[in-house]
């Protein structure tokens, strides 16, 4: 059986696109280290997603991560994922090893193929096709890769079909290693693989338990499949989290987000503590180490006290 999560097995997620400012994201990510949770997440898009105008506007997730990391002491710091039609593999490899240097190791690195074609448009960022952006993102994992796998004073070449790298010094490093990385989503067959061969961990967002459960299944016979212990990897979700000392406080939460109890019980983490503390556990039965909590009022850093002091003392 799974072991029992701890408060350190939740990680905040946010949606910054949807309209935050830096020091939105930091009084977040301090309440959340104050806390004790394991990590502070943020997505990687530049377009808001359907109600609010998104104001003031984007933040770069490497650049906040960047700040985040030297206004933060302890916190683990990702992206819940990076798309890879928005950089250069070469350069992120700059940015994300200079982030973990500033943050002293604590970066954890998702990086996925991009889905969202209106913020390309918006900002001028070419969209391929779904086949060349996986491409594209296989030779980016591999290219980040080697070039932090590449001894200090050697230098990474790759032939690459769209990045092709020549006598690179691929500096920076990282601070003590490569970052973990972090694929994930529902394809059925090159996300399973891709996992297989790059991650340290695994993540489904805003699905069931039983696609998850499917999905877990597949990344771990694709493991298999390459002789790599399907256990090496960590299998993770994310999901909606609404929680309330009382149902008033439920519908008042929910109503803040534009959305409803009912809806958010479904298809989240909703409810009262006890309520919250049931839906993590069976998520945990079903395979998951950890769990990303999105949090989509980022004003409201007594939600997050209360998953920290009424439902996570629940979990075990």
């Known amino acids: 059986m799974t072991a029992a999560l701890q408060l350190a097995d939740l990680r905040i997620f946010t949606e910054p696109q949807q309209g935050a400012s830096y020091d939105d ?22 377009l808001t997603m359907g109600v609010g105008d ?32 928005f950089r250069l593999p070469g350069p992120l490899a700059v940015s994300v090893a200079q982030v973990d240097q500033m943050s002293g190791g604590r970066v954890d690195f998702g990086l996925g193929a991009g889905w969202f074609a209106a913020e390309h448009e918006a900002y001028g960022i070419p969209f391929p096709k779904l086949g060349e952006r ?32 020549v006598n690179s010094p691929a500096l920076p490093k990282p601070h003590a290693g490569p970052p973990p990385i972090i694929i994930g989503g529902g394809g059925p067959k090159r996300t399973p693989a891709l996992a297989a061969k790059f991650a340290a961990e695994f993540n489904t967002p805003f699905v069931s338990r039983e696609f998850f ?45 534009g959305r409803e109890p009912s809806e958010l019980r479904e298809n989240g983490l909703a409810g009262t503590p006890g309520e919250v503390a049931e839906r993590i556990r069976s998520w945990r039965d079903a ?30």
């Open 213 to 257: 459960t499917q999905q877990r299944g597949r990344v771990r016979a694709a493991c298999e499949t390459i002789d790599r212990d399907p256990n090496d990897l960590v299998y993770s979700a994310a999901l909606i989290v609404c929680c309330g000392a009382n149902e008033a406080e439920v519908a008042r939460r929910a109503a803040s987000i």
């Open 134 to 165: 996986f491409d594209r993102l296989e030779e980016q994992l591999d290219i980040i890769t080697g070039m932090w796998a590449t001894p200090v004073g050697e230098t990474y070449d790759n032939p690459g079909g769209h990045y092709p790298v």
């Open 25 to 46: 994201l930091l009084a977040v990510a301090l309440r959340a280290e104050e806390l004790g949770f394991g990590a502070f997440f943020r997505s990687d898009h530049y």
């Open 287 to 316: 395979g998951a180490e950890r769990i990303y909590l999105q949090m989509m009022d980022l004003d409201d850093l007594d939600h997050l006290n209360l998953i920290a002091h009424d439902v996570a003392t629940q979990l075990n």
């Open 54 to 85: 998104g104001l003031p506007g984007p933040t770069d997730a490497w650049v906040a991560l960047a700040g985040l990391a030297r206004d933060t002491s302890t916190i683990r710091l990702g992206t819940l994922v990076s798309s890879a039609t």
